[in-house]
T-cell receptor
Framework: AQSVTQPDIHITVSEGASLELRCNYSYGATPYLFWYVQSPGQGLQLLLKYFSGDTLVQGIKGFEAEFKRSQSSFNLRKPSVHWSDAAEYFCAVAPIKAAGNKLTFGGGTRVLVKP | NAGVTQTPKFRVLKTGQSMTLLCAQDMNHEYMYWYRQDPGMGLRLIHYSVGEGTTAKGEVPDGYNVSRLKKQNFLLGLESAAPSQTSVYFC?????????????FGSGTRLTVV
């Protein structure tokens, strides 16, 4: 069955430290890949997306993600975390020919930032 | 510059009551969606629409109905609310994928069924 897995439910990181969030997917072919961020009480905001080409993708707010086909992974990274990065992060995928642009989301990773 | 607007933002229902959640978008997006968000489960697609007058089932459609009579509006109905429908509901809209998959989300409706 097709699925998206975010293995870490919670991550605590110190301000200024690096952050890496994991995402693994299981699909028959490489899908479109996305990372979204949700601040408390807010909707979701797109951080970055991968359709094809360069496997290292730059996004907003200093985030980047690397697509690794051999590992079916699309991990999100940030070199130096700011307190404002405390939020919940969702990986999402869409099969390339998905009817209606439907996204399938992982369960999310909540990031806490220590001062 | 409203984007996607959801009403209401909060609602408490008694079991068996009905209600309608309204989603409105002003970006002329073709596609619209209703998701529910539950702890640890991410967002799950309830229903979606690829155009005015069309709707389709998503991953968790049972207990919900939808309508899209106008391109800019997508309504989610609960005919007989159950405690299992306590959740945060998000509406989203997007262009067709050839235009970049630009999903825009509303700020959510927190629904509690008691």
């Amino acid at each position: 069955a097709q699925s998206v897995t975010q293995p870490d439910i919670h991550i605590t990181v110190s301000e200024g430290a690096s952050l890496e969030l994991r995402c693994n997917y299981s699909y028959g072919a490489t899908p479109y890949l996305f990372w979204y961020v949700q601040s408390p009480g807010q909707g979701l905001q797109l951080l970055l997306k991968y359709f094809s080409g360069d496997t290292l993708v730059q996004g907003i707010k200093g985030f980047e993600a690397e697509f690794k086909r051999s590992q079916s992974s699309f991990n999100l990274r940030k070199p130096s975390v700011h307190w404002s990065d405390a939020a919940e992060y969702f990986c999402a995928v869409a099969p390339i020919k998905a009817a209606g642009n439907k996204l399938t989301f992982g369960g999310g990773t909540r990031v806490l930032v220590k001062p | 510059n409203a984007g996607v607007t959801q009403t209401p933002k909060f609602r408490v229902l008694k079991t068996g009551q009905s209600m309608t959640l309204l989603c409105a978008q002003d970006m002329n997006h073709e596609y619209m969606y209703w998701y529910r968000q539950d702890p640890g489960m991410g967002l799950r697609l309830i229903h979606y629409s690829v155009g005015e007058g069309t709707t389709a089932k998503g991953e968790v459609p049972d207990g919900y109905n939808v309508s899209r009579l106008k391109k800019q509006n997508f309504l989610l109905g609960l005919e007989s609310a159950a405690p299992s429908q306590t959740s945060v509901y998000f509406c989203a809209s997007s262009y067709h994928r050839e235009r970049g998959y630009g999903y825009t989300f509303g700020s959510g409706t927190r629904l509690t069924v008691v």
